[in-house]
């Protein structure tokens, strides 16, 4: 559970660099409540693979379209951004106000990527065997994958807001 939440605190992808922006630029709580939300979507995504699996994943392989429309969902999101900072005048905003927003919008970003999903499902599947299938267990391992990956982006996060002496416009 300890390396799989190391990776997946790694995994490249748009919380990875959200996260790193909004940590550079606003500060470490702004981080910290945009992860909550990425977390909060990851435990959603694990209460519907667990309750559905096997039937979900079943769904997901025949529906390739699904990955299409999440990819479409991230891509309109992130033309939105860039327009909407093109627009902006060419300065950092370091207020750490709106953490409520940060929260939901660290847990859309996550929960908008169906491969998020698929991958608790994956994982669910591969390793719910290994553990028996006990509730416990499972609770256990996926609790320590969380914690690990929590625990990793707050170091990102601490790293994260040292860099914000050294970004210009």
Request: aromatic residues 14%.
């Amino acid at each position: 559970a300890i390396p799989l939440g190391l990776l997946l605190s790694f995994m490249i992808g748009p919380v990875f660099f959200v996260l790193l922006e909004t940590s550079a630029t606003k500060g470490f709580r702004a981080g910290v409540s945009l992860d909550v939300g990425v977390i909060i979507a990851d435990i959603v995504f694990l209460i519907i693979a667990y309750f559905s699996s096997f039937q979900l994943l079943e769904n997901l392989s025949n529906e390739p379209g699904l990955f299409v429309f999440g990819g479409m969902i991230l891509l309109v999101y992130g033309i939105y951004l860039f327009k909407k900072k093109a627009k902006k005048k060419a300065h950092l905003k370091v207020s750490t106000g709106g953490y409520l927003g940060l929260l939901a919008k660290g847990f859309l970003l996550n929960f908008i990527n169906i491969g998020v999903l698929a991958f608790w499902l994956g994982l669910i599947i591969v390793v719910g065997p290994s553990l028996d299938n006990n509730p416990n267990r499972m609770l256990v391992f996926f609790g320590t994958v969380l914690l690990v990956y929590f625990m990793t982006d707050l170091v990102k996060i601490l790293l994260a807001k040292q860099l914000k002496k050294y970004l210009t416009s």
